[in-house]
């Protein structure tokens, strides 16, 4: 039984180790090659379905007649553009090129991306408001939308695209992302309630569905560390300022939250980021060596959710035991 306590609290990490071991296996065992060649694919396709079915079972566990913009929102979205603001600000002002311009490119799309759609899901297994978590994700997918086109061209010149392009592509992400799942699950609720008793009858369904998907992120992550055309000694100062950067997103959610009894849910939101979309972001229109920056950011803010839920499990099992 301990085994299997073990592994239900720290799910997350395990299963961002088992992403990492499945590709250095494959990755450096020649006779495994062609099975490499085959499956590579296959996980790139199985991705965004996972991520559908992710936002698909959560959603159907919303009260859509509850979302709406509250306080806390307000206060994470003005914390976020202020940073947004002011790494641009450094860069454009110090001039930065090559490793310096990296890393602060890195610590940008870190900042700069959407709350993860995915931290619904966590919010509701440590105890937060889902309603208040999706309600922010719209959000701040739209503010990300706004702050994407205006901040890239001036930080990275070769980032070559119009105002309107970008907004059209990033939008049609979002529309992809968020926006079909919830009308399935809608539709799901209101008028196929039997396909709907039988989702919301498993539990943590949406939980195990988004460790799938986390470990064919963690194993693309490990892929563009290992293939990353620079140093070791590069590739950790990324690593450790990231993690600051990380520590930092949660701690300040968490102190905006507990002036409005959300602390959990204003965490989540700031700390916790879309980081498939990040890296995409970064091999499109930054240094793709940048995308190692929310690489490592998958890694950190998974290992404080493994910590989270199971100090959530912890003081879950005291109470019932007292």
């Given amino acids: 039984m301990s085994v299997i306590r073990f592994i239900k609290d720290w799910t997350l990490a395990i ?16 006779s495994l090659s062609a099975a ?12 965004p379905v996972f991520m559908f079915l992710v936002l698909f079972v959560t959603f159907c566990k919303v009260d859509f007649r509850k979302l709406r ?7 994470v979205s003005a914390f976020q553009l202020l940073t ?8 454009v002002g110090f001039g930065m090129t090559g490793d310096s311009l990296v890393l602060m490119e890195a610590m940008l799309i870190c900042v700069i991306g959407p709350c993860a759609s995915a931290a619904a899901v966590v919010v509701r297994k440590i105890g937060g408001d889902i309603e208040q978590m999706t309600a922010y994700t719209f959000l701040s997918n739209f503010i990300t939308a706004l702050l994407i086109p ?12 119009s105002f309107f392009e970008a907004f ?10 968020l926006v079909a799942p919830m009308l ?31 470990m064919i992120v963690s194993g693309t992550t490990v892929k563009n560390i290992v293939h990353a055309d620079t140093t070791w000694t590069f590739l950790i100062a990324i690593a450790v300022v990231v993690f600051i950067l990380c520590l930092m997103q949660f701690a300040v959610g968490r102190f905006i939250g507990h002036y409005f009894d959300s ?50 499990e912890r003081k879950a099992s005291r109470g019932q035991a007292g």
């Fill in 15 to 30: 299963a961002i180790a088992m992403g990492a071991i499945f590709y250095l296996t494959f990755a450096f065992t020649p």
């Fill in 36 to 47: 490499s060649a085959f499956f590579a694919p296959v996980l790139d396709a199985m991705l």
């Fill in 69 to 75: 913009i509250v306080p806390w929102h307000l206060w």
């Fill in 84 to 91: 947004v603001v002011l790494i641009t600000a450094l860069v």
């Fill in 150 to 161: 205006l901040c890239l061209p001036l930080i990275e010149k070769g980032a070559h695209m």
């Fill in 168 to 177: 059209c592509i990033i939008l049609y992400k979002v529309c992809t992302v």
């Fill in 184 to 214: 399935f699950a809608y539709l799901v609720k209101h008028h196929m309630r039997r396909l709907h008793r039988a989702i919301l009858s498993v539990k943590d369904l949406a939980y195990y569905l988004w460790c799938g998907s986390l």
């Fill in 263 to 312: 602390t959990v849910n204003a965490g989540q939101a700031l700390g916790q980021k879309n980081t498939a979309f990040a890296i995409w972001i970064s091999y499109t229109y930054l240094n793709p060596l940048s995308s190692v920056g929310p690489g490592c950011y998958i890694l950190w803010q998974n290992i404080i959710n493994s910590v989270e839920i199971w100090n959530h």
